[in-house]
């Protein structure tokens, strides 16, 4: 079957299975990326995520194994990216709305009251005895787990595929990439993974890779956003300031084996610029590779 696409996360996720693909696998990989949208929407009432957004700061509440893995992990690299990428910011994306209907600039006030309630490390996180449990402990705080759940739900889906015994793959969850397997069997012949010009909607790739075997994550300006006045308001939130991040760029993407790790660092390294000490510590030379396109058109990897 030829690839198949569906509308979840607030965006377009396909799937290509190749020859692989049967209409049972496809049906169980995107009934697993439904699940985790159930999981940690924001937008959705009923999801884990609300739930502990509404009663979390009450005192703990239990959560699945599934959801509190997701967010220690997003806490650690809150702390290693010194809060450049901040599960914690619900409120003022709230705020922002940006990408929904309600979305505008909010009023100063209301920008500095809502950046007191964001600080991760009020995320408490307890584990005993198999049982996991989130309390908030402050109760204005919101989580927001957008900026990485579609790099989790990329590596579930590596997961099934490898379960299932398919050999290649191309998942795209509105522009995070996995590219699975080789593309042949002759292991020189490499997928190539465009990286869109972020100054130039719809104008050839300004990047083309050629991998095998790893995801490949953009976090960029151009994709959900509004102008007013001339000025762009994205959706990338610099938590410093309660305002989108300003660093000069673009975009940047990030090329791992680990869609949840660039998931995760391309939004940290968006908000934090290229000089920014963590990269340094966390880019492993050969291992994690970074590609940084700023607002004048350079490009600087590393
Ligand atoms: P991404 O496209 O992966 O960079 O994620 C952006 C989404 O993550 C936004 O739409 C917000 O829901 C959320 N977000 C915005 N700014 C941040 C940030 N600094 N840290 C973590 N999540 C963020
Ligand atoms: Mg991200």
């Not at 990439?177 to 300004?206: M, Q, R, T, V």
Request: aromatic fraction near 8%; charge should be negative.
């Amino acid at each position: 079957m030829k690839m198949q696409s569906q509308y979840i996360f607030g965006t377009i996720c396909s799937i290509d299975l190749f020859e692989d693909g049967t209409e049972e696998l496809y049906a169980g990989l995107f009934e697993r990326l439904n699940q985790i949208e159930r999981k940690f929407s924001v937008n959705i009432a009923d999801s884990e995520l609300s739930f502990v957004n509404s009663n979390a700061s009450e005192g703990p509440v239990v959560v699945s194994r599934e959801f509190f893995d997701v967010l220690k992990f997003s806490v650690d690299f809150a702390e290693k990216s010194g809060g450049a990428f901040n599960p914690a910011l619900g409120s003022i994306i709230g705020l922002w709305g940006i990408g929904t209907e309600h979305q505008r600039i909010p009023e100063k006030q209301e920008i500095e009251e809502a950046k007191k309630h964001c600080d991760y490390r009020n995320i408490i996180l307890n584990e005993a005895d198999d049982i996991c449990s989130v309390m908030l402990a402050d109760e204005k705080l919101r989580l927001d787990l957008g900026a990485i759940v579609k790099g989790y739900a990329a590596d579930e889906l590596v997961k099934l595929l490898k379960e299932n015994g398919v050999t290649k793959a191309i998942i795209n969850l509105g522009g995070n990439i996995y590219a699975f397997g080789s593309k042949s069997n002759n292991p020189d012949d490499k997928w190539n993974i465009g990286i869109k010009n972020p100054l130039k909607y719809d104008a050839e790739p300004i990047v083309v890779l050629e991998v095998n075997s790893t995801s490949v994550v953009t976090s960029g300006n151009y994709e959900r956003f509004f102008i007013e006045n001339g000025v762009r308001y994205h959706h990338i939130i610099d938590s410093k300031t309660g305002f989108p991040a300003e660093t000069g760029l673009a975009s940047v993407t990030v090329i791992n084996e680990s869609s949840t790790l660039c998931d995760a660092m391309a939004t940290a390294c968006f908000v934090a610029g290229t000089d920014a000490e963590f990269i340094k510590n966390e880019a492993v030379p050969g291992k994690i590779q970074l590609i940084f396109i700023t607002q004048d058109g350079k490009i600087v990897k590393k």
